[in-house]
């Protein structure tokens, strides 16, 4: 992916890159990000572009990154649902 190979390139060693994505899971699942339009009250679809959580963390280590942290978040008061974000640290050594 591009933003990996950038993100290579302009990080100086020791740099870090903190990926924060809505989760692969619940896009699989018909999620999408949105928001309101506060001047007319309307939801806004943000565009898709799916990917795995494999996708993100071998197109990190492909453009020479490494992976210090992976998390999954999930919502305070759905505990069941799958999780809502998914982030990455990787880190330029």
């Not at 809505?22 to 007319?40: E, I, K, N, Y």
């Not at 453009?63 to 942290?69: H, I, K």
């Not at 008061?77 to 799958?82: E, K, L, Q, W």
């Amino acid at each position: 992916m591009h933003v990996f190979a950038e993100t290579a390139r302009v990080l100086r060693i020791g740099g870090g890159m903190f990926m924060c994505e809505l989760h692969p899971v619940r896009q699989m699942l018909g999620g999408r990000a949105h928001f309101v339009d506060a001047s007319r009250g309307d939801v806004v679809e943000v565009p898709v572009f799916r990917h795995t959580v494999t996708e993100f963390v071998n197109g990190g280590i492909a453009a020479g990154l490494t992976v210090e942290r992976l998390d999954d978040w999930f919502d305070e008061d759905r505990p069941d649902a799958p999780p809502r974000l998914l982030s990455v640290v990787f880190r330029k050594r």
